[in-house]
C-alpha cells in the first residue's frame, strides 16, 4: 500500500538534547511538509521541501531542522534550541500535479521529560 | 492575504440528526477550499475538495460542502451523524496553484457525537 509513514509514534526528548523524528513516503511524491500541531490550533508549516537537495523555512522554523537527501525521505530534527518542542508532529507529501492536495501522516507526539 | 475562520470550535449533536460544521474564508484570488477530518492521535484524512468546478462538493463518509462566493463560506454538511464521525475538522483554504506556504488552515472543530 502507498502511503507515508512516521516513526516513532511517541518520542521523548530530555533537555537539551536534539531529536529526529522521521518521515518517508512511497507515493512517488515530489514535495513534502513538517507541521506542527498544539491543542486547539490548526497546523503551522515548519519546513517544506518541493524537490531533493533543496527546503524552505515555513512560519515557524526556528529550533528546527530538515534535511532531503531522497526522495521518499524528509526527516525532522528538534533541536535544543527549540524551548517549548511539545506538540504533535504531522508530516504530509504532495505530488506536483497538484501541490494543493496534501497527504499526511499518522503524525509523532513529542514530549519533553 | 487568505484566512480562514471555523466559527466553531466545538459542535456537538445527536446520533442520526444532521451535521453543519461553519468555516469563513478570505483570499484574493480564486481559492481552492478544502476539509479535512482527524481522529485522535491521527494524521489528517482529506474529506473533500472545491478547486472551482461544481459549487456544491460531495466527499467520503457521506460529508458534503458548499462553495458560496458571496458569503464567503464553505460549510460542511451531513444529513444524518454517525457515531464514528467524532473526531476534529479542519477547514484549509489555498490561492489555486500556489505553493505550500500559501495553504492556511483553520483552528479546526471538535466534533462530538451523543448516543
Known amino acids: 500500500d502507498g502511503g507515508i509513514t512516521q516513526s516513532p509514534k511517541y518520542l521523548f526528548r530530555k533537555e537539551g538534547q536534539n531529536v529526529t523524528l522521521s518521515c518517508e513516503q512511497n507515493?512517488?511524491?515530489?514535495?513534502m511538509y513538517w507541521y506542527r500541531q498544539d491543542p486547539g490550533q490548526g497546523l503551522r508549516l515548519i519546513y517544506y521541501?518541493?524537490?531533493?537537495?533543496?527546503?524552505q523555512k515555513g512560519d515557524i522554523a526556528e529550533g528546527y531542522s530538515v534535511s532531503r537527501e531522497k526522495k521518499e525521505s524528509f526527516p525532522l530534527t528538534v533541536t535544543s534550541a527549540q524551548k517549548n518542542p511539545t506538540a504533535f508532529y504531522l508530516c504530509?507529501?504532495?505530488?506536483?500535479?497538484?501541490?494543493?492536495?496534501?497527504?499526511f501522516g499518522p503524525g509523532t507526539r513529542l514530549l519533553v521529560l | 492575504a487568505q484566512s480562514v475562520t471555523q466559527l466553531d470550535s466545538h459542535v456537538s449533536v445527536s446520533e442520526g440528526t444532521p451535521v453543519l460544521l461553519r468555516c469563513n474564508y478570505s483570499?484574493?484570488?480564486?481559492?481552492?477550499l478544502f476539509w479535512y477530518v482527524q481522529h485522535p492521535n491521527k494524521g489528517l484524512q482529506l474529506l473533500l475538495k472545491?478547486?472551482?468546478?461544481?459549487?456544491l462538493v460531495k466527499g467520503i463518509n457521506g460529508f458534503e460542502a458548499e462553495f458560496k462566493k458571496s458569503e464567503t463560506s464553505f460549510h460542511l454538511t451531513k444529513p444524518s451523524a454517525h457515531m464514528s464521525d467524532a473526531a476534529e475538522y479542519f477547514c484549509?483554504?489555498?490561492?489555486?496553484?500556489?505553493?505550500?506556504?500559501?495553504?492556511?488552515f483553520g483552528s479546526g472543530t471538535r466534533l462530538s457525537i451523543r448516543p
Open positions: 504530509a507529501s504532495t505530488h506536483a500535479s497538484d501541490q494543493e492536495t496534501q497527504y
Open positions: 507515493l512517488n511524491h515530489d514535495a
Open positions: 521541501s518541493q524537490i531533493v537537495n533543496d527546503f
Open positions: 483570499s484574493s484570488y480564486s481559492p481552492s
Open positions: 472545491y478547486t472551482s468546478a461544481a459549487t
Open positions: 484549509v483554504v489555498s490561492d489555486q496553484g500556489s505553493s505550500a506556504s500559501k495553504i492556511i
